[in-house]
């Protein structure tokens, strides 16, 4: 790849720099600056005077901050936590071909589901920090599960070191036709005056930890009702027994189209492309609601600055492609590049956020 040379390059008073450093040079690579020097005397002396242009160039390079981008030299393992065919997968798979094509490596898929995500994260964190094992993570290993369960075995905080944050999902707030609710405002009312229930893929879900912070923002007393999986919590929607769900945007908008179920508003902070003529929760009346489920990709703590640069470098850029926004889009989802930092702040608030509604649903669970 082309060298680019710093501001001001070459400094003033060393005319003595290796050509390979001047801006003029026709060379791109050490080797070929190697290659290219002035060979005197026999293999020995061709050798010695090598190793001599090799050290200099690097040490040049060192300091004036040039450094190589990493490149890898072997596939990469992406764990997901979940079973193949699930929203983390799917766009695991959908963003890891592209991301290879750009490394030059093949991205290995590697299902590892259990714990909400835990397990996946576990050998995340036990991984060889060199770049060749990362995480597609969710918001219940990273955010959730920390407060959620007494022992994990790993610190997402700790022991895993961001990359970029990759999407943002849409939820629906839905409700069966039979509730006398046709907007969140009437919800709210109909749940301080009566009993209601709402279900969700299980405890400690990003769709129970939804309804438990709409309970405490809007004041409403909702029952959560348990299953195990999203899919059938929408078939007792579908058929009265259970009166809402916080759903997926890719489970509810087929039904909501059919008119099976009613949908009130979305719970991200913004307006969805997908659904735009439904309002945030927000909007609808409880301010400063808000209820992501996201994913993002990480790496080992200690995990090498270059490597982590690289690694952002390009999932940033494959989350930008056309055919990646219209496939997420597809499943409700919403691109969300970002720096490694500024996903790492963003870890930590939703950590934060979810401890105290944790807390103040009372909900806790042994591992």
Not at 219 to 224: A, D, F, L, S
Not at 330 to 342: F, I, W
């Amino acid at each position: 790849m082309p060298t680019r040379s710093p501001p001001n390059w070459p400094p003033a008073g060393n005319p003595r720099l290796p050509q390979v450093l001047r801006p003029e040079s026709n060379y791109h690579t050490v080797e070929n600056a190697v290659e290219n020097q002035p060979q005197p005397g026999g293999n020995m002396k061709k050798n010695t005077m090598s190793r001599l242009i090799v050290g200099a160039v690097m040490a040049a390079l060192a300091a004036h901050g040039v450094a190589a981008e990493w490149q890898p030299n072997k596939p990469i393992r992406m764990l997901v936590g979940f079973a193949p065919g699930g929203g983390t997968d799917t766009t695991a798979r959908g963003m890891g071909t592209r991301l290879g094509e750009r490394l030059g490596q093949q991205i290995i898929i590697d299902n590892r589901p259990g714990a909400s995500g835990n397990i996946a994260a576990d050998i995340l964190a036990n991984a060889t920090p060199d770049g060749y094992t990362i995480l597609m993570g969710t918001i219940a290993a990273l955010a959730i599960n920390p407060s959620l369960y007494k022992k994990l075995s790993f610190d997402p905080l700790k022991d895993l070191q961001p990359i970029s944050r990759a999407v943002d999902s849409t939820n629906i707030l839905v409700v069966h036709p039979s509730v006398a609710a046709k907007n969140v405002a009437e919800l709210i009312a109909l749940g301080k005056s009566k009993s209601l229930n709402g279900g969700s893929s299980g405890v400690g879900g990003a769709g129970h930890l939804a309804l438990e912070l709409f309970n405490l923002q809007a004041g409403t007393k909702i029952v959560h009702v348990p299953y195990k999986g999203g899919g059938p919590a929408m078939v007792d929607l579908l058929s009265g027994n259970i009166n809402l769900i916080f759903a997926t945007a890719a489970s509810a908008v087929p039904h909501i189209k059919s008119g099976r179920i009613r949908a009130l508003a979305v719970t991200t902070s913004k307006r969805s492309g997908l659904v735009p003529e439904l309002p945030t929760v927000a909007e609808a009346g409880v301010k400063g609601f808000e209820a992501n489920n996201w994913y993002g990709v990480l790496a080992p703590a200690k995990t090498p600055r270059d490597v982590i640069n690289r690694l952002n470098k390009e999932v940033v850029a494959v989350l930008n492609l056309p055919d990646i926004k219209a496939l997420l889009f597809k499943s409700g989802l919403d691109a969300a590049p970002s720096t490694p930092e500024a996903f790492g702040d963003y870890i930590r608030s939703e950590t934060a956020k979810w401890q105290k509604v944790i807390k103040a649903a009372g909900l806790y669970q042994t591992n």
